[in-house]
């Protein structure tokens, strides 16, 4: 490119500065002369000249939202609560906690330990009767879990229940703790039966079995009625059937407990015995009776390394285990052999206690209406295999509700919730008003 090309393009180049300069001047003033017009326009024409057809639609609003609304309501809210705000969390985290802790708790299987062939090798005694409602069950679900269960029989009659449950592993153990010999040759076999090796099939490795717990259930059926009713063979059976009966049965089974380091647990029902109402002397003693001997056994057995549980049972839904001959009958009070004068004194506040107490099920320890049996069985299980179980374990409908009731409300209030009224001296009232207005309560009821 020669020198005159090159000072042409300059000049070209200082020209086209000069023309967008000029034209960005002229399009400045063309606005701002334009926008004075527009401005003197909208001064000088009054508003809403134009028709509604032509005016521009306006901007429409923001969507509302009410979700967003609420949010900040419950925002405001917890910013001027915010002490009840954190309680109300503490509360519902604790509890929700709590809760699933113990739904996978219950959710989680159950099994007893086998040996490396395995086979079965953890045994349990159970000392209650047969046909009870809680033996029966008991004995069913811990040999589903994989326990050997043997259950004491006092003669052949009590064996054959036991062997009607068609279970291989749910044996009869012949224990008759009256007679002295027969009990020593009796454990003695039992002793000797869990020390020999056992081989599970052909070609097995032998192995021995162990002694995990002695589970005693005494009778959950009790008389009732005043104290001048009920008779002393009565409060013989039930002392000797219930009370001695049990201790004379740990006694027995100490030497293999102690051997085997094996767990002991008691079971006894609670709401009566937690409440102490009247015309339930007799469960009331024997319960308590018991519970002594138990605590005793337990401070005892705790210097040798061995848990001792306690059961204290509510109610429970036995109505698909049989046995019903063996449940606490719920039909109208007979006060019809009372002497005369224990009918005058106490046969209304009977019939009214027994009614009342029927209605919120606090007498049918093993009815129809209760807690299920499973809370019982897996709670006996943990007791059973737990490394540091409870001492003691309030389980079934009403344990833990009454037993509170009976610690911390008088028992004058707990009588009159059951009907408990005080009756007229009989000085003041003839005994043939007594009576005829008793007679006429039979008659209305």
């Known amino acids: 490119m020669t020198s005159d090309d090159q000072h042409f393009l300059d000049v070209l180049a200082e020209y086209s500065k000069d023309i967008r300069k000029f034209s960005d001047g002229l399009w400045d003033a063309s606005d701002r002369h334009f926008a004075d017009i527009a401005s003197y326009i909208k001064k000088s024409v009054p508003g809403g000249w134009l028709p509604a057809q ?7 609003p923001p969507p509302h939202h009410g979700s967003l609304s609420y949010i900040q309501h419950v925002q405001d809210w917890v910013d001027r609560n915010r002490a009840l705000t954190a309680a109300l969390v503490a509360f519902f ?19 007893a330990r086998r040996a490396s062939n395995g086979a079965r090798r953890e045994v349990v005694v159970i000392a209650g009767p047969p046909s009870s409602p809680i033996v029966k069950s008991l ?11 043997y259950v004491v029989c006092a003669d052949k009659e009590e064996e054959q229940q036991v062997q009607g449950e068609s279970r291989a592993d749910v044996r009869p153990l012949h224990l008759d703790v009256t007679d002295t010999l027969d009990t020593e040759d009796a454990l003695g076999r039992f002793h000797n039966l869990l020390l020999r090796p056992h081989v599970a099939f052909t070609g097995a490795s032998p192995h021995n079995l162990h002694l995990r717990g002695l589970i005693l259930v005494p009778d959950l059926i009790y008389p009732t009625g005043p104290i001048e ?13 219930k009370v001695l009966n049990t201790i004379a049965t740990t006694q027995a089974f100490l030497p293999l407990v102690c051997s085997f380091k094996a767990r002991v647990l008691v079971m006894t029902p609670s709401i009566i015995a937690s409440l102490r109402p009247p015309f339930h002397g007799v469960e009331t003693a024997v319960v308590g009776a018991i519970e002594g001997f138990t605590a005793s056994l337990k401070n005892e057995l705790g210097t040798l390394g061995i848990d001792v549980c306690q059961f204290k ?7 698909n285990v049989g046995g019903k001959q063996h449940l606490q009958s719920l039909a ?5 052999f009372w002497p005369t004068a224990a009918r005058a004194s106490y046969a209304a506040n009977y019939v009214n206690q027994t009614r009342a107490a029927g209605r919120r099920g606090l007498l049918n320890h093993t009815g129809g209406s209760g807690s299920s049996l499973r809370e019982l069985h897996n709670s006996v299980f943990d007791a059973l295999t737990q490394k540091k179980p409870r001492s003691t374990w309030r389980v079934g409908r009403g344990s833990v509700t009454y037993g509170l009731v009976g610690d911390w409300v ?36």
């Open 229 to 241: 009713t009920v008779s002393a063979e009565l409060w013989s059976d039930a002392l000797n059937a």
């Open 332 to 336: 109208g009070p007979d006060t019809n």
């Open 410 to 445: 008088p028992s004058g209030l707990v009588g009159w919730m059951l009907g408990v009224r005080r009756v007229s001296s009989l000085h003041e009232v003839s005994l043939e008003n007594s009576i005829q207005s008793w007679e006429k309560i039979e008659a209305t009821a």
């Open 313 to 319: 049972l509510g109610t429970f839904d036995c109505s």
């Open 54 to 60: 032509a005016r521009p639609r306006p901007p429409p």
């Open 139 to 149: 004995s069913l679900d811990l040999e589903r879990r994989g326990f050997i269960v």
């Open 93 to 111: 985290g604790t509890g929700g906690y709590l809760l699933y802790r113990e739904r996978r708790k219950q959710a989680r299987k159950r099994r």
